[in-house]
């Protein structure tokens, strides 16, 4: 399981949360040199971790080649440059395409393909672990936040050394709109905005 982190100032302490195999150790410190410390511990944990989702879209790329895709959700708005750091990864298909996706990555299934109706889904959905990290594929039927046709207009991103397909931001916008994420959404603009200008 790869380790995460959480790390808050609370009342002017800094309380530093790590998480490990789904345990949590809740450390307080009080002296500025333990402070230093934990922070210093926290961005080597964080960047273990994005190392690993990077080896991860990297493994499902080369893994996926000539199948319908594109990464959606945080791990497309990582891809696209915002300074956040995923907890999963989440990838659009089509209803043949999950099937294709769920015999390529069948050693890592965790849930087999069904049908969800819930929450205006509409879709087939599958889950895999990959390192830790959990993969959920969506196959779209008529999901009533995302578009049908959307992977038509998906875009190829330069990442790493990779070219990821991913869903554009102005239809990543649309969907968190829709969905009412609007802390997401607005988040979303703002990057829109600052990279217009």
């Not at 100032?9 to 333990?34: A, M, P």
């Amino acid at each position: 399981m790869v380790p995460l982190f959480l790390y808050f100032f609370v009342k002017g302490e800094l309380l530093s949360t790590i998480i490990v195999n789904h345990s949590f150790l809740f450390v307080k410190f009080y002296e500025e040199k333990r402070i230093t410390f934990c922070y210093t511990a926290d961005i080597i944990i964080y960047s273990i971790f994005m190392t690993t989702i990077d080896t991860i879209l990297k493994n499902i790329s080369e893994s996926l080649t000539g199948v319908e895709y594109a990464f959606i959700g945080s791990v497309n708005l990582y891809i696209q440059g915002f300074a956040i750091a995923p907890r999963d990864i989440d990838i659009l298909t089509t209803p043949e395409g999950i099937k294709e996706i769920d015999r390529l990555l069948a050693g890592y299934r965790t849930k087999d393909i069904y049908f969800d109706e819930t929450e205006g889904r509409n879709s087939f959905r599958s889950f895999y672990m990959i390192d830790g990290v959990e993969v959920e594929v969506l196959g779209n039927v008529n999901n009533l936040y995302r578009a049908v046709d959307g992977l038509l207009y998906k875009r190829i991103i330069p990442f790493k050394d990779m070219g990821l397909p991913c869903i554009s931001l102005e239809d990543e916008l649309s969907a968190y709109k829709n969905m009412g994420r609007t802390e997401k959404a607005e988040m979303i603009e703002k990057f829109l905005k600052q990279r217009a200008l």
